[in-house]
């Protein structure tokens, strides 16, 4: 994308200069100028005025084989535009969202039954029946195939295979004083959040502390209702 723009000077008397020096552009075509109103020969469009270019929207500071932009004062003030010095600093963003520590029947019931799938194919393992076999690693798979689903990645599932027991702080908070806690990320935010990122976490419950974690996992399911 191109943006032109044009610097009328004016001299002597102010509405001379402004007849003599009126200028109208296609807003589609802006490379075609005509110096009266009508019509683009190029795509039928009206063409419109070009705003004269106040002295206080002028800059000296232009940069040698660079093409400059000048958008006036007013625009400035509409858009919001604000400007300051260059400065080397760390770029970063940051998503605020609203959470609550984790009450998940839904995924606790999840881990645990892919905990008991991985048990049951452990005590057939020895079986000479093919077919038991098979069933057993259906029944695993289809338990971490729920897991992936609510948005546990291969290394979590891994992670709870090696446990002897099924966590209870999807439930209860852990003797270990660790949490889960689900923040309702917004759609156009979604790309920003990825596993590992670090989190900071504040509560009306503890006033003026903060407590830091680590993203685990991004839910696959988006809600219809408030696009999270």
Not at 33 to 39: K, Q, Y
Not at 67 to 82: D, E, H, N, V, Y
Not at 148 to 172: C, F, H, K, M, W
Request: with cysteine; proline share 6%.
């Amino acid at each position: 994308m191109v943006f032109t723009d044009y610097i009328l000077h004016r001299r002597g008397h102010p509405s001379h200069a402004a007849h003599q020096t009126a200028k109208y552009r296609c807003p589609m075509h802006p490379s075609y100028v005509s110096d009266r109103p009508g019509d683009c020969p190029i795509c039928g469009m009206k063409l419109v005025a070009i705003e004269p270019v106040d002295s206080e929207d002028r800059s000296e500071a232009v940069v040698a084989g660079q093409a400059s932009t000048i958008i006036s004062a007013q625009k400035r003030r509409l858009i919001g535009m604000k400007t300051e010095a260059v400065a080397r600093r760390r770029l970063q963003f940051t998503v605020r969202a609203s959470g609550s520590v984790a009450y998940d029947p839904e995924l606790y019931n999840a881990i645990a039954e892919h905990h008991s799938a991985m048990v049951a194919r452990d005590q057939v393992k020895d079986s000479p029946w093919p077919d038991v076999h098979e069933r057993a690693e259906a029944l695993v798979r289809a338990a971490a195939l729920r897991l992936r689903q609510l948005g546990l990645s291969e290394s979590q599932i891994d992670a709870y295979t090696g446990q002897e027991t099924v966590p209870t702080n999807l439930l209860l908070a852990g003797s270990d004083g660790f949490v889960w806690v689900y923040a309702q990320i917004y759609e156009y935010e979604i790309a920003q959040v990825r596993p590992g990122l670090q989190a900071e976490i504040t509560t009306p419950a503890y006033p003026g502390r903060i407590f830091r974690g680590t993203v685990k996992a991004v839910d696959a399911n988006l809600s219809a209702e408030t696009r999270s």
